[in-house]
């Protein structure tokens, strides 16, 4: 089945520093990425979606400042969280949606944010 | 906005027997995908089943299967012969056709006791 990576599994980062994660889809290409996070013991939230050489678009409430998303290629995308804080930490997830299946989505294992 | 709602946040069952997770959801949309997600201890997300909401025909997926009803806005996961492998969150989602606006359920938490 297609592969979805994310580097690192597991980051450490003090306040106010920022932090990029990386997506990246090992077997396919990807028109649309997606970023979540997901808090203990809760669902995933959806943060923004990830087109391919465009700028993402952002839910309501994500700060598109603070969380950069840029979609390079078609095999990655990246999330940097800018000037983090306590509060960002969490649990973020991307998943690639498969070029040619509309509903073909791949999730990675996830990255686990703390911030000090 | 679209709406998923999943109202059982705990579940048990008897390996070997049936049980069936409920999901309803909220949308004005004509056509869109549902899915069931499995999230195991690892925090891997792994489909379990998906349906076209243009199929009347209910999804099946080995011992996974779906009742898709389009009006009433209802999608519930059966599993028969549950397993204890089985033992993780599951995850109701919605999206668009135009592939966009995921949302997930709040999720059930589903224990397969031996």
């Known amino acids: 089945g297609a592969v979805v990576s994310q580097h690192p599994s597991w980051v450490i980062c003090k306040s106010g520093t920022s932090v990029k994660i990386e997506c990246r889809s090992l077997?396919?290409?990807?028109?649309?990425m997606f970023w979540y996070r997901q808090f203990p013991k809760q669902s995933l939230m959806l943060m923004a979606t990830?087109?391919?050489?465009?700028?993402?678009?952002?839910e309501q409430g994500v700060e598109k400042d603070k969380f950069l998303i840029n979609h390079a290629s078609l095999t990655l995308s990246t999330l940097t969280v800018t000037s983090a804080h306590p509060e960002d930490s969490s649990f973020y997830i991307c998943?690639?949606?498969?070029?040619?299946?509309?509903?073909?989505?791949?999730f990675g294992p996830g990255t686990r944010l703390t911030v000090t | 906005a679209q709406t998923v709602t999943q109202s059982q946040p705990e579940m048990s069952v008897q390996e070997a027997e049936t049980v069936t997770l409920s999901c309803t959801y909220d949308?004005?949309?004509?056509?869109?995908?549902l899915f069931w997600y499995k999230q195991p201890p690892s925090r891997q997300m792994i489909l379990v089943i998906r349906?076209?909401?243009?199929?009347?025909q209910n999804a099946t997926e080995n011992r996974f299967s779906v009742n898709f009803q389009k009006a009433a806005k209802s999608f519930s996961l059966k599993i028969s012969d549950s397993q204890l492998g089985d033992t993780a969150m599951y995850f109701c989602?919605?999206?668009?056709?135009?592939?966009?606006?995921?949302?997930f359920g709040a999720g059930t938490r589903l224990t397969v006791k031996p």
């Open positions: 349906q076209e909401a243009y199929k009347q």
């Open positions: 949308t004005s949309e004509n056509n869109y995908y």
């Open positions: 998943s690639a949606l498969r070029g040619g299946s509309p509903y073909e989505q791949y």
């Open positions: 077997d396919f290409q990807a028109t649309t």
């Open positions: 990830s087109n391919e050489g465009s700028k993402a678009t952002y």
């Open positions: 989602a919605f999206m668009k056709q135009q592939l966009n606006d995921m949302r």
